[in-house]
């Protein structure tokens, strides 16, 4: 049985709270009896000592936990039937699509500058991003009273653009991709002295982020395994930081675009590496390089680490809208995507961190369109049909036969190739129920006498 929240949408966030600390590290189970522990406590000590170099600790994550109790929301967890008979067990979705700027990253953006020294924020901050950092730090900066600066791609997404301007920060537009925006944010950091709010290679920046795992653990207390979504790393080092912490048997598993498989890469090479292309929809995941930390987190704390394709990410992303409601952008429908596929095995309670809703309508509308038709429930095709009377009639007949949807239809004379003088080409877009209903629409064609064409 798993524990939800009894209200679907809590709009004030509660800080931390939780059981003792852990000190057992990855692998060790935290309910071993009193002799177990005091057997390890010695080994675990020294375990501890080395990761609290270099990791941040359950300290920090609850600080920045108490920090974030008045800026952002504890966002709803909400069970998926669809997703849980899909994954194969019991699956909740953690809802940051629903924090406020659209996604989590306002957690790391807020808890990095609220740790800055008065020196520093009277200096100011930068930051480079095509989205959701730039809104996170935008509004946090504001709500501390401290200017930024932000650059963006001048392909970023126009709502995301106009969403951190709103938001208080000044917006330079500056190359095509991000990497030319960030090289940008360098020099201006180095030239004016504002302080650098990575998107995610930063201690606090991960403390912040970590802070939903505090939530999940409270919220799903049973929760067996996370599933993540990855561009540069920062949200699943800190979730991998605090929940193997507090629950060292949790299973955390990463996914990645197979266009942007920046850590799966990286730990394959066993060193962080550079991809030199990138393409995803994912645009949040479209990072080309890990962080040099958060490979370490990655490395030492997350089981597993899978890709999906593009196609599932669309899938994901359509389930999301049509069967939970909920309106994702496509980097959070890339763990989804992730749990729908079983690309990683799953323990249960299973809980997808759905980590933003920040989506251009437009773009929107064509992931939903590409969703569809890799599901088998949009298809175009073409074929010829006599050019006389009632051919076009006979065509749709046959289609209604079998219960198909024609969404559009284009018919031509002229410019046709390969088609006698006394023939058109119509091509069609039509909606179906999925796969087999394809073959069914097919077989009906071709029995009267069409041939088709999938476009
Ligand atoms: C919606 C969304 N999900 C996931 C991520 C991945 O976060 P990280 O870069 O910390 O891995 C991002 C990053 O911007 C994002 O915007």
């Known amino acids: 049985m798993v524990s939800l929240d009894p209200a679907p949408v809590e709009t004030k966030r509660t800080g931390p709270r939780g059981a003792g600390v852990g000190l057992c590290c990855r692998g060790e189970a935290p309910e071993g009896g009193a002799a177990t522990r005091a057997v390890n406590s010695n080994a675990n000590a020294r375990r501890w000592q080395n990761r609290r170099m270099s990791f941040v600790g359950l300290d920090e ?12 929301l504890r966002t709803p967890v909400w069970p998926s039937r669809i997703l849980s008979r899909m994954a194969g067990g019991t699956t909740v979705l953690k809802c940051e699509n629903l924090q406020r700027t659209g996604s989590f990253k306002i957690r790391g953006a807020y808890n990095r500058i609220a740790r800055l020294s008065a020196e520093q924020r009277s200096r100011g901050v930068v930051a480079a991003s095509a989205g959701n950092h730039a809104q996170g730090v935008a509004l946090g900066a504001s709500l501390l009273g401290v200017h930024s600066t932000v650059f963006m791609p001048a392909g970023a997404p126009l709502p995301k653009v106009e969403a951190t301007s709103k938001y208080g920060a000044k917006v330079v537009l500056e190359g095509s991709v991000y990497d030319d925006a960030y ?7 180095e030239e004016s002295g504002a302080v650098m709010v990575h998107p995610f ?23 067996a395994t996370i ?3 990855i561009g540069g790393g920062g949200l699943i080092s800190g979730v991998a930081a605090a929940a193997k912490e507090l629950r060292p048997g949790i299973r955390i598993v990463g996914v990645e675009p197979v266009g942007a498989a920046t850590l799966t890469r990286s730990l394959e090479a066993g060193e962080v590496v550079t991809l030199p292309e990138i393409s995803t929809i994912a645009d949040g995941l479209a990072a080309k390089r890990a962080g040099d930390l958060t490979f370490e987190y990655v490395r030492k704390l997350v089981d597993d680490v ?11 992303l359509l389930l999301m809208t049509e069967r939970a409601r909920l309106m994702v952008e496509p980097a959070a429908a890339v763990g989804v995507a992730g749990a729908m596929r079983r690309r990683s095995p799953i323990t249960f309670p299973a809980v997808v961190i759905v980590s933003g809703g920040n ?3 437009l773009l929107l509308m064509r992931v939903i369109r590409f969703g569809m038709t890799s599901a088998g429930r949009y ?5 010829r049909l006599r050019d006389r009377p009632g051919e ?9 036969g079998v219960g198909v949807n024609v969404v559009g239809v284009e018919h031509r004379r002229e410019g046709v190739l390969h088609s006698s003088l006394n023939d058109v080409e119509v091509s069609l877009q039509v909606e179906l129920r999925g796969p087999d209903h394809i073959k069914e629409l097919i077989a009906r064609l071709e029995e009267d006498g069409y041939e088709v064409t999938s476009l």
Request: aromatic share 4%.
């Open 392 to 400: 076009l009639q006979r065509l749709s007949g046959a289609i209604a």
């Open 306 to 316: 899978v890709t999906v394709t593009e196609e599932e990410i669309a899938e994901g």
């Open 183 to 189: 090289a940008a944010a360098c020099t201006f950091a």
């Open 61 to 72: 994550i609850r600080e920045a936990g108490t920090r974030l109790e008045e800026v952002c």
């Open 227 to 229: 599933i993540v979504p």
């Open 359 to 361: 989506i251009d309508p």
């Open 379 to 383: 298809f175009s095709f073409r074929t």
């Open 201 to 223: 290679d930063h201690p606090d920046v991960i403390a912040g982020q970590a802070t939903i795992a505090l939530e999940i653990l409270e919220q799903v207390p049973d929760a």
